[in-house]
């Protein structure tokens, strides 16, 4: 072939070409950013809307779901998820991945812009955001002290989070166990009715006494002057005497009817580092950010400010996704050197010769390095998917060296001239590489284009396979030749370590052509064996369990527990701290960072972010571990909901719950009664832990009930009573204090004293329309009862989601019992229904696209092999080892107690590319035997003879290149595990089977075409 004699006759060329691709790519691998997995860019768009005070049951009628039922007509829209929260709504709208999130954002603003006209009066403008599912924080950062509460919180708040808000990459900072200062009115609910006053003469007096207003300025002819009214109030014991009202000459000041106090807004959340009150700062990053660059930067900035930091205030990052990270991708990396080493070992015992050993190694060096320039030229990062593309690599970017540079070999032993023999052994074996390399970049184009999350997910793996490869079959083609025709020589007397593996290697050729003679005269017993073996394949799939991904050892993990709704912060504290020394009594834990409260408000609930020591200083696994905790808990608490589940690969916090089912219905109490009748079902199986759901009816609250007739009769407005158990109970922000610089708010609230009960309510006193104080005992009576903490609807339709993790057995079983038990109590009626969600929605979805990618792999490979053979049947017969493959990788999962997954099921497919080169390297040789003048059957026999050391040498260096991914010794190695297991088991059979079997199918079928033939003929003379 012309590329092979080029570079045999220009070196320079050559070594400068190869040179090139080495240096450009490791200035790409040099710039390159690091992270865990490619960015996936989802078109998400938020809407959040605040209606203060308003229960979650006005909440879901009265917003979210006007607002639904505009969204709900924007074209592209796959899901509509929303929670109604007292107070707000927040609604996420999950679009096609095709659609342009800035478009679909654009499309959300109009929609809500025109359902605000239907919303309450009261609600605040609607926030609409695109929305990343991977912003959630990267790393937190504890600020924490023995010092006084309001100069850790300034010191946290307004120097650190703003030096931190000023990093490059850093977006949005989450605060938590933040209390900050607020002016506190505290209001006397007796002494306001005792001077005929309510709160809001109380509002109504700061908002304005108690104000800065612009006055304009003063020109002369020589100088200008601005004229600045300093209404404010300097310190908040002045504030005590601002003046509310005058009666007959006798002034009202605050302090007569309640007290001004400079303190902290009322404790909503809860944060501790290693069990020291701490603030906790989540640290999230911007969109198209690297995660490594953020987190370093973040840490170099704290670093940076460790000197100014006050005397008994310690800023410590407490939890960081980007460790894992970098150990994962460090551990890939060593799994591609590992793979390096193993592979070149392999070549030498096979070739017995440093010469012939170094021609077939250097490609997977310039092919791996080479694959780094396309990776920065389309924008990818070292990530865990396309470091696991390398690594995979390590055994095929080699096999067409092999095949060149054995063929090559094979003539010079024969005799040839060495550049002679660099020639015609290349230009004999050309047809096959370039078909085979074209199979295996073929298989990944299905891949790279898949839809949904995994598509996305998969498209940097592809490309980098694909490329690599591509750059190997290069390398195989032109320095291979050119190395072998400077570097080759025959030796007449070998040594004994060559004479004796040479010894052992002829005596498996010779074993190997008996067989085959023997299985071309035994043709049907052969498809018959062939046939048992495929079945036997089908029937192995029921032994092995399907999840989404295997649950690496990460070396940390997050604690969640939930106690009764309506339960108080103090009392979350307390079992909090409880927890938590039970987590420090094992030796494993290493830090730990826990949090209570949050964005929902939710303060019956928290979690704790655990970091373990590191899998090599620990005997117990992270799995033990967890089953560990989650056994102590519930031992020691009957009255608490518990979860432990892994960190996840989306991002700290998020919930990973492997099965998570959403029952539909209209009915909240329904909805309840479903999820916990499968709740306790599930329970019963003893094959499920974390079991919990998200709908909770027992959130105690108490419903005011109004005498409207005679309120009406008294001249008093529901707004009016509304408003003033508002401001005394929920507290309301009426202006703004400024100190140093800062503006604090002032708060108007009734004092702790006189809102410990429900029948508190009824002290308060309402302003009439004539301007009389009504007292509230008569126009108001309350009735304790409990309501939803939140409303879930998804799809318009409200819902309750089933969360489990599955023990002993796989996510695709579990999710199976899931849904069985929902069926069971699933009422008879089409209101009803329910949706996959979560991690299971992604297994389903994941599933059916991989499925689609197989089956179009195989389809583009007998397109190019067609093209390739410029025959139908001849890849047909290639085709027909695809099948020899499946019984191994399904019998090395079930061996392995392995799952198939979606790293198994991409190790499939990979394998219909590899397991492809075997039998094109039997049929081609076969193909140019019998244009020589041999018979099929001895052009067959001959072709397995010869091709039987380089199929043997392709396979064993394949599998060999990812044994270290299999073996799963380095960091994150259980997730990757799978393919390479899937892929060696695929290797082994079908090369075993592929010598046998492939030769009989050919000659069956090309026995069929002669008789067709034949007999189309006799049809036509007759």
């Known amino acids: 072939m012309w590329i092979s004699d080029v570079s045999i006759r220009r070196p320079v060329t050559t070594i400068t070409v190869m040179a090139a691709i080495v240096i450009f790519g490791v200035i790409s691998f040099m710039r390159l950013g690091i992270d865990l997995f490619p960015e996936i860019d989802i078109p998400y768009v938020s809407v959040t809307t605040v209606l203060t005070g308003a229960s979650p049951e006005v909440i879901d009628n009265d917003v ?3 607002l639904e039922e505009q969204i709900k007509t924007i074209a592209g829209v796959k899901n509509i998820m929303s929670q109604s929260y007292e107070g707000f709504s927040q609604i996420i709208i999950e679009f096609e991945l095709e659609k342009d999130v800035d478009v679909a954002s654009e499309e959300v603003r109009a929609k809500v812009n025109l359902a605000e006209m239907n919303l309450p009066r009261e609600i605040e403008k609607p926030v609409i955001a695109k929305f990343d599912i991977a912003s959630l924080p990267i790393m937190w950062i504890s600020v924490y002290g023995n010092v006084e509460y309001r100069k850790l919180a300034h010191y ?25 200062r607020e002016i506190r009115v505290w209001l006397d609910p007796n002494k306001l009715k005792a001077r005929a006053l309510t709160s809001q003469d109380v509002v109504w007096a700061i908002q304005n006494r108690h104000l800065e207003f612009p006055g304009g300025r003063i020109e002369t002819k020589e100088q200008e002057y601005s004229i600045k009214i300093e209404g404010e109030y300097a ?35 809860i944060a501790r580092f290693n069990g020291i009150p701490t603030i906790a700062l989540g640290i999230r990053k911007q969109s198209g950010f690297n995660t490594v660059e953020v987190a370093n930067a973040v840490r170099k900035a704290t670093e940076e400010m460790r000197p100014n930091i006050p005397s008994g205030i310690y800023v410590e990052v407490a939890f960081d996704d980007s460790v894992y990270i970098k150990d994962s991708i460090e551990g890939v990396q060593f799994d591609i050197l590992f793979g390096i080493l193993l592979t070149a070992g392999l070549m030498f015992l096979f070739l017995r010769n440093i010469r012939t050993t170094f021609i077939s190694v250097i490609s997977i060096p310039i092919s791996l390095v080479g694959g780094f320039a396309m990776m920065e030229a389309m924008g990818f990062t070292v990530n865990f998917i396309t470091m696991l593309a390398m690594s995979l690599a390590v055994g095929i970017v080699i096999d067409d060296t092999i ?12 005799g040839s001239d060495r550049v002679e023999a660099a020639r015609f052994g290349t230009t004999e074996v050309t047809l096959a590489v370039i078909a085979a390399t074209s199979s295996i970049a073929a298989v990944f184009i299905p891949v790279a284009f898949m839809k949904g999350i995994i598509g996305r997910f998969f498209y940097q793996f592809a490309l980098t396979i694909a490329f690599t490869i591509i ?15 400077r570097l080759l020589y025959h030796k007449k007397s070998q040594g004994k370590f060559y004479n004796s593996l040479e010894k052992v290697f002829k005596s498996l050729e010779r074993f190997y052509r008996k067989r085959l003679e023997w299985a071309v005269n035994h043709r049907w017993t052969i498809v018959g064996l062939a046939v048992v073996i495929f079945i036997t394949a089908i029937l192995l799939v029921g032994f092995i369990g399907t999840e989404f991904l295997t649950q690496a050892d990460e070396g940390r993990l997050t604690v969640r527990f939930e106690l009764p709704t309506g339960t108080s912060i103090q009392k979350t504290d307390l079992r909090l701290k409880e927890m938590e020394q039970v987590l420090f009594s094992q030796p494993e834990v290493s830090s730990a960072l826990s949090v209570v409260g949050g964005g929902t408000g939710e303060i019956n609930k928290g979690q704790i972010f655990v970091n373990l020591v590191p899998k090599h200083e620990r005997l117990t696994s992270q799995q033990n571990m967890m089953d560990r905790l989650r056994k102590m808990y519930l031992e020691k608490y009957d009255d608490m909901i518990t979860g432990v589940e892994p960190v996840g690969i989306v991002g700290s916090g998020e919930r990973n719950a492997n099965v998570q089912v959403a029952i539909l219905g209209p009915s909240l109490e329904k909805l309840a009664e479903i999820s916990n009748k499968v709740l306790q079902d599930i329970k019963s199986q003893g094959v499920f832990v974390d079991e919990d759901t998200d709908l909770r009816l027992t959130k105690p609250d108490i419903r005011v009930h109004i005498n409207r007739s005679l309120a009406n009769d008294l001249g008093v407005d529901v707004r009016t009573i509304s408003t003033e158990i508002y401001t005394l109970f929920g507290g309301l922000e009426v202006a703004k204090f400024k100190d140093a610089g800062y503006r604090y708010k002032i708060r108007v609230k009734a004092l702790p004293d006189y809102r410990l009960k429900p029948a508190d309510l009824t002290r308060i006193g ?11 005992t008569n126009l108001i009576n309350f009735e304790v009862s409990e309501g939803p903490n939140v409303i879930n609807r998804f799809n318009r339709k409200r819902s309750a989601t089933i969360f489990a993790n599955t023990k002993g057995i796989a996510e695709g079983e579990g999710l199976q019992k899931v849904q069985d038990a929902i069926t069971k109590y699933m009422p008879d009626d089409p209101n009803w229904g329910s949706a996959l969600v979560g991690h299971s929605s992604m297994l389903e979805e994941s599933f059916k696209y991989l499925l689609i990618a197989l089956l179009t792999s195989i389809l583009i490979i007998y397109m190019i092999l067609a093209i390739q053979f410029e025959s139908f049947i001849h890849p047909f017969t290639i085709l027909l080892s695809l099948p020899l493959a499946i019984v191994g990788v399904f019998a090395a999962l079930l061996i392995t107690g392995n799952t198939l997954n979606i790293f198994s099921f ?8 590899i397991v492809t080169k075997n039998s094109i390297l039997l049929i081609d040789f076969a193909n140019q035997a019998r244009e020589r003048g041999l018979g099929k059957v001895q052009a067959m026999l001959q072709a397995g003879s010869i091709r039987f050391r380089p199929i043997i040498m392709t396979a064993t260096a394949t599998a060999i290149g990812v044994l270290p991914i299999a073996l799963a010794m380095s960091e994150g190695g259980e997730m990757r595990a ?10 082994l059979t079908n090369t075993v089977l592929t010598l046998t079997i492939i030769p009989v199918i050919y000659l069956i079928l090309d026995d069929t075409k002669e008789w067709l033939f034949k007999k189309l003929r006799r049809t036509a003379k007759t």
């Open 156 to 180: 946290a708040d307004k120097v650190v989070k703003e030096q931190l808000q000023s990093v490059m990459g850093v977006g949005n900072i989450e605060e938590s166990g933040l209390r900050e």
């Open 766 to 776: 309402v302003r009439a329309n004539d301007g009389r104080i009504i007292d509230a």
């Open 64 to 66: 979210t779901d006007v």
């Open 235 to 269: 310190t908040a014991e002045a504030l005590n005497s601002l003046v509310i009202t005058e009666r007959q000459g006798i002034l009202t000041s605050i302090k007569d009817v309640g007290m001004v106090v400079d303190g902290s807004e009322d404790m909503r959340s």
């Open 471 to 485: 750059i190997s079959a290069l390398v195989a083609l032109t320095l291979t030749p050119f190395l072998s025709s």
């Open 403 to 414: 095949v060149v540079m054995e063929n090559i070999f094979r003539h010079v032993e024969e």
């Open 978 to 987: 799978p393919m390479a297991i899937a892929v060696i088991g695929g290797i």
């Open 906 to 913: 991409i190790g499939i497919i990979m394998l219909m590319g």
